[in-house]
C-alpha cells in the first residue's frame, strides 16, 4: 500500500512490447506531469509489465512517483489483469486518489476534480449502449444499471469505509461477470453503485470530455478522452500518434507533448470546427486556421 495525505493520481497499465498500452499510459502521464509538474502520480501494474524493457516503461518509470507492482500469476490475459488492478485500486491505495485511463489527455491542472461534495465522483458515460448480453446477465443476477450510467475511465475516490465497501462490492460484481465472459469494470462499478444506493456526485464534461460527444459539451476541457478502440489504426489525437512514435522510435515527442500543453489542442485534424469551438476559438478564429490549413 501506500499512503499521503495529498490526492494521487493513479493510472494501471498491463501491457506487452506487442500492444500500445504502455506508451499510450507513458503519454497520458506526461501531460500530466507536464500540466502539474508536483503532483504525486502511481502506477499499478502487473509483475510482466514492469520487467518489459521498452523506452515506454523507462518513460513511466521517470514520471510516476511511484510503482505498486502486483503478483497476478492466477489471472489469464490482460484485459482481466488490468480491470482486476483497476477494481482492486481502492483496497491498493490510501487516501484521496483520482483515477486516469491510459487513453486520455491532461490539458489543465486537476485540482478542481478534488474538491467534490461527498466521497465518490464521475462523469456520465456518453457512449456506452449495453450490450444485450450484459443487459440478460444482469437481468439473470437481478442487478439494476442506473441512469445516468457513468463512465470509469476518470474517477475521484475519497477513503472512506464506505467507498472501501463499494470497491470491494463492484471487484465481486465483476468476478461474476468475468466468469461469465464479461470483463467490463465499468459495468461492475455501476452496479455496485446501483446497488449500494451510493450517492455519486456528477463531474462536469471538462474533467472527462469523452471526444465522440458533442465538442461542445465542454469548454477548454481538463481532460480528453480519446478511447482505445482500433488505436493503433487512428491517428485523430496527439495520443495516437505520439505513442506510435514513442513504439516505433522509442523516442517521446517532446515538441509534440510541448504543442499540446501549451494549445490544449490534441486534434491532428485542424479542420473540426465544433473541436475548434470546445477549445475556446471563435469561429473566426476557425476559419483562419483551415484557410491556413488549405493554402487558402
Keep these: 500500500m501506500t499512503q499521503s495525505n495529498e490526492t494521487t493520481y493513479a493510472y494501471v497499465v498491463v501491457a ?93 491542472d486537476l485540482s478542481g476534480m478534488s474538491r467534490h ?13 449495453l450490450d444485450d448480453r450484459l443487459v440478460a446477465l444482469a437481468a439473470a443476477k437481478g442487478w439494476e444499471a442506473p441512469k445516468p450510467y457513468l463512465n470509469g475511465g476518470v474517477f475521484s475516490v475519497r477513503d472512506t469505509p464506505a467507498t472501501r465497501t463499494l470497491f470491494e462490492d463492484a471487484y465481486a460484481v465483476w468476478r461474476q461477470a468475468a466468469a461469465a465472459g464479461f470483463y467490463s469494470d465499468q459495468f461492475a462499478l455501476n452496479i455496485a453503485l446501483q446497488r449500494a444506493r451510493f450517492p455519486i456526485t456528477w463531474l462536469a464534461p471538462t474533467y472527462n470530455l469523452q471526444i465522440a460527444m458533442d465538442a461542445g459539451a465542454a469548454i477548454r476541457p481538463h481532460i480528453f478522452h480519446v478511447f482505445s478502440h482500433d488505436f493503433a489504426n487512428r491517428d485523430d489525437t496527439v495520443l495516437h500518434t505520439m505513442s506510435r512514435t514513442l513504439k516505433e522510435t522509442g523516442v517521446l515527442d517532446e515538441a509534440g507533448l510541448e504543442s499540446f500543453v501549451r494549445t490544449g489542442n490534441p486534434w491532428t485534424n485542424p479542420t473540426r470546427p465544433k473541436q475548434f469551438i470546445a477549445l475556446g476559438r471563435p469561429v473566426s478564429a476557425v476559419m483562419a486556421k483551415i484557410r491556413d490549413t488549405i493554402g487558402g
Excluded: N, Q
Aim: glycine share 8%.
Design 16 to 108: 506487452s512490447k506487442d500492444d500500445l498500452f504502455a506508451e499510450m499510459t507513458a503519454v497520458s502521464m506526461a501531460t500530466l506531469r507536464a500540466v502539474m509538474p508536483g503532483a504525486r502520480i502511481v502506477m499499478l501494474t502487473d509483475a510482466d509489465t514492469a520487467g518489459l524493457d521498452t523506452s515506454a516503461i523507462a518513460s513511466l518509470r521517470k514520471t510516476a512517483s511511484d510503482w505498486i507492482v502486483c503478483d497476478l500469476g492466477g489471472l489469464a490475459g490482460g484485459v482481466e489483469r488490468s480491470r482486476h488492478l483497476k477494481l482492486r485500486s481502492r483496497a491498493l491505495l490510501d487516501g484521496h486518489f483520482v483515477y486516469l485511463d491510459s487513453d486520455t489527455l491532461i490539458a489543465r
Design 117 to 129: 461534495k461527498g466521497d465518490f465522483a464521475a462523469a456520465p458515460d456518453a457512449l456506452t449502449r
